[in-house]
């Protein structure tokens, strides 16, 4: 997924993004989910369940 938005538009909706980010990777049951801005590559890790 690729996305442009104004600086000002990231920093008024950052908890809702992060929360979207967070929701992504939990109910996607992945090990991490990363996102790029800026060209800074940020990263919420996730511990995964052994089955």
């Given at each position: 997924?690729?996305c ?48």
């Amino acid at each position: 997924m690729q996305c442009y938005t104004a600086e000002q538009a990231l920093a008024d909706h950052a908890e809702e993004l992060r929360d979207f980010l967070r929701r992504l990777g939990e109910e996607g049951q992945q090990g991490a989910v990363g996102i790029v801005i800026d060209r800074d590559y940020l990263e919420i890790r996730f511990p995964l369940e052994e089955e």
